[in-house]
T-cell receptor, first 113, second 115 residues
Framework: EDQVTQSPEALRLQEGESSSLNCSYTVSGLRGLFWYRQDPGKGPEFLFTLYSAGEEKEKERLKATLTKKESFLHITAPKPEDSATYLC??????????????FGQGTILTVHP | SAVISQKPSRDICQRGTSLTIQCQVD?????MFWYRQQPGQSLTLIAT?????????ESGFVIDKFPISRPNLTFSTLTVSNMSPEDSSIYLC????????????FGQGTRLTVV
């Protein structure tokens, strides 16, 4: 069965304290791995798509990396405005899975000033 | 990118009634999807909205409960039928840009409370 697991469930950081969020996956075939940010009461905001092991993408204080089994979202010198739920999702290869996303449970990030 | 508008943004409904949620995209898209996010949970795919044909539902979701329309490449509706309190969730419309796999965008969601 295809599974996506995110850890930790919640993470509290001090402003400026860098850390990483983990997304591990067990899937039959990976087409892409997506990262989203979700603020309370809003829809997920697209951050990155990663396709192959070794790929890295950056956006401001965020950097996403991908291996064959997991992805990391590194947050460098976070600010309070980075506080949100970060969601990881996989898109599977194969015709019947085209376009669909399977989500992990998310990591709730809180950054204290 | 794609700009997705959902209506209504929130609603409180009586059990046994139905609610139709609209999703409008600012450009033509091939793929449209409907997701559900139950309180404190992550997103679960309900169905793929197919233009000009019946929607494709995921396991655990049926057309009688969640009828979907997709009359063109920029618009879709999801109806939550015969609602019960267990249907209280956020319902989200999503679109995939071409070539699919590059990016996938979400609307702001419809927060439904059934009393």
């Amino acid at each position: 069965e295809d599974q996506v697991t995110q850890s930790p469930e919640a993470l509290r950081l001090q402003e400026g304290e860098s850390s990483s969020l983990n997304c591990s996956y067990t899937v039959s075939g990976l087409r892409g791995l997506f990262w989203y940010r979700q603020d309370p009461g809003k829809g997920p905001e697209f951050l990155f798509t990663l396709y192959s092991a070794g790929e890295e993408k950056e956006k401001e204080r965020l950097k996403a990396t991908l291996t064959k089994k997991e992805s990391f979202l590194h947050i460098t010198a976070p600010k309070p405005e980075d506080s949100a739920t970060y969601l990881c999702a996989v898109q599977l290869s194969g015709g019947t899975s085209y376009g669909k996303l399977t989500f992990g449970q998310g990591t709730i990030l809180t950054v204290h000033p | 990118s794609a700009v997705i508008s959902q209506k209504p943004s929130r609603d409180i409904c009586q059990r046994g009634t139905s609610l139709t949620i609209q999703c409008q995209v600012d450009s033509q898209v091939t793929m449209m999807f409907w997701y559900r996010q139950q309180p404190g949970q992550s997103l679960t795919l309900i169905a793929t909205a197919n233009q000009g044909s019946e929607a494709t539902y995921e396991s655990g979701f049926v057309i009688d409960k969640f009828p979907i329309s997709r009359p063109n490449l920029t618009f879709s509706t999801l109806t939550v039928s015969n609602m019960s309190p267990e249907d209280s969730s956020i319902y989200l419309c999503s679109v995939g840009t071409a070539p699919l796999g590059t990016e996938a965008f979400f609307g702001q969601g419809t927060r439904l409370t059934v009393v």
